[in-house]
């Protein structure tokens, strides 16, 4: 061999190793190996990876932009995602509802709001962003058929009501107008069953284009689908100007997860779709992108978090309780995946009176709890330990100096401040039991983005040119915990705007 050769691949090696200690050799190796032999089977102006909200509001700025040539592809059978099974309540800053009301709102104290319920762990500037866009996205949205009940909601976290709720159903009554726009105005194009595998990049780490498997079947009896699953045909897709990731977040991986949240185990529910995996985002931190908050998740109850505080809340193994109820919903959560683990996976229960339960600030979603047996009302505490199968001495004492303390007004145990909670207590009959469940339903944690939607890449600290992401696929919009009614402004705001750019591409 030609000693030039052989220095030059000796080189090679040596510097392919070091690449592979700093964690990098995976996305280089890509681009040198895999683009020689690509045959592209079809072309398009964008690809947008994902159908939900995010998606679809990527793709149809896109094509208002110029790119005529865009598509959505989805890898289940049905579209929407996540959004389409989400309240999507959407938050937003100076809506025609709030200036009829005269109620005064800025995106700064949107912002502020949400990096206050995050623990200040955001990226401020993207939330700046989102916030801000929300006042042009709302009207872009109705004059695209999307409808709103003409009142607003003033929910926990929130400074000022400014949270709207779509008409016909949730999220599914702001997809339909917006895909019907998309695939009867703009005569778009969404292709169903097609999964995404991998990006192309050229030598220069920019998006070429995508790898596609078609006619795919997701199995959800899989341990792993990404893994697992060989179905379906392999294309690829050449892009002109680039594509956009909308793939929602990876609450169904329970494998991740586990890497991620060890003591959320696979019997904690979670409400999302059923296809919220991780191999897409798997792909992206191979092709170089920046993660963050990977560790970060957001829980939701049967009941709103902020009536959780009018009951005490107990291990049903031993009848004691284990913490403030009036914690935020991440405390709490925690502190029951932790009861749980140590109880084979029972749920702990929170117990209320009447003078609790006629405290709700949410008499809808009680109704509904108390219509669904999801919470079972009893005569008396003995009933309800039996019914429950709660240690009922274990129960009683808990109660007694739990009412105690709310006659004292301050909670000797947990210092929950039972004075501004009117020393609610629980001793009046009848008596309420619900389980604490807390459901696994959003992740904060994504692909790194900036202002412009650019996914950033983990070595340059600079945008991978051709590659955009928005909605839950994103990470570090909202910190440790994500404020109620922002993933739809988040979809919404962050999906004009990546549709808007890779048009300009």
């Known amino acids: 061999m030609n000693e030039k050769i052989k220095q030059s691949r000796r080189a090679f090696l040596k510097g392919g190793l070091a690449l592979s200690a700093m964690g990098l050799a995976p996305a280089v190796l890509a681009k040198s190996s895999d683009n020689a032999a690509i045959q592209w089977d079809e072309t398009f102006d964008v690809v947008v990876v994902g159908s939900g909200l995010a998606g679809t509001c990527a793709a149809i700025r896109a094509k208002e932009n110029g790119a005529n040539n865009t598509i959505i ?8 995602g996540t959004s389409a099974i989400s309240g999507l309540n959407f938050s937003v800053v100076n809506s025609h509802l709030q200036k009829a009301q005269g109620i005064e709102d800025s995106a700064a104290l949107f912002a502020e709001d949400i990096s206050k319920a995050g623990g200040y762990q955001n990226h401020r500037d993207l939330t700046l962003k989102m916030a801000d866009t929300t006042t042009r996205v709302l009207p872009w949205a109705i004059e695209r058929g999307c ?5 607003l909601k003033s929910l926990g976290g929130h400074s000022v009501p400014r949270t709207l709720y779509p008409v016909n159903g949730g999220g599914k009554g702001i997809l339909r107008p917006l895909r019907r726009f998309y695939t009867q105005d703009l005569q778009g194009e969404i292709r169903r069953r097609v999964k995404f595998d991998k990006l192309h990049l050229n030598a220069q780490g920019e998006v070429m284009g995508i790898q596609v498997r078609e006619q795919y079947f997701f199995d ?3 341990g792993n689908d990404d893994r697992e699953n060989t179905t379906g045909t392999i294309k690829h897709y050449r892009v002109t100007k680039g594509v956009v990731m909308a793939v929602g977040g990876y609450s169904r991986d329970v494998e991740f997860r586990a890497m991620e949240f060890p003591n959320i185990r696979d019997y904690i529910p979670t409400t999302t779709h059923r296809g919220a995996t991780a191999g897409a985002l798997k792909s992206l931190v191979s092709a170089g992108a920046q993660t963050v908050h990977l560790s970060l998740m957001r829980f939701a109850f049967d009941i709103p978090t902020e009536d959780l505080q009018w009951g005490a809340l107990v291990d049903p193994k031993t009848g004691q ?9 991440q405390v709490v959560a925690e502190a029951i995946c932790n009861i749980m683990d140590r109880n084979d996976g029972r749920f702990p229960l929170n117990i209320y009176d009447q003078d609790g ?7 809808q979603r009680l109704h509904l ?3 669904e047996g999801m919470m079972v009302k009893y005569d008396s505490i003995e009933a309800l330990a039996r019914g429950e199968s709660i240690d009922l001495a274990g129960l009683e004492a808990t109660l007694k100096r739990y009412n105690e303390d709310a006659l004292a007004g301050k909670d000797s145990q947990f210092g929950k401040d039972m004075g501004a909670l009117k020393q609610v207590s629980v001793k009046r009959a009848p008596f309420y039991a619900i389980k604490a469940r807390p459901k696994f339903n959003y992740t904060q ?4 983005i900036n202002e412009n939607a650019q996914v950033i890449n983990r070595d340059t600290a600079q945008p991978i040119k051709g590659l955009y992401a928005c909605g839950e696929a994103t990470g570090g919009l909202f910190g440790r915990i994500r404020l109620t009614a922002c993933s739809c402004p988040d979809a919404f705001a962050f999906g004009v705007i990546a ?4 048009a300009k591409a």
């Open 321 to 329: 309780r284990f913490i403030s109820e009036k914690n935020n919903r």
């Open 73 to 80: 592809i989805e890898k289940m059978p049905v579209l929407g």
């Open 220 to 222: 959800p009896n899989l």
């Open 499 to 502: 549709g808007e750019q890779v």
């Open 445 to 448: 944690g994504g692909v790194l």
């Open 369 to 371: 709890a108390l219509e």
């Open 357 to 363: 339960i006629d405290n709700f600030h949410d008499k």
């Open 147 to 151: 409808r709103f009940h003409d009142k």
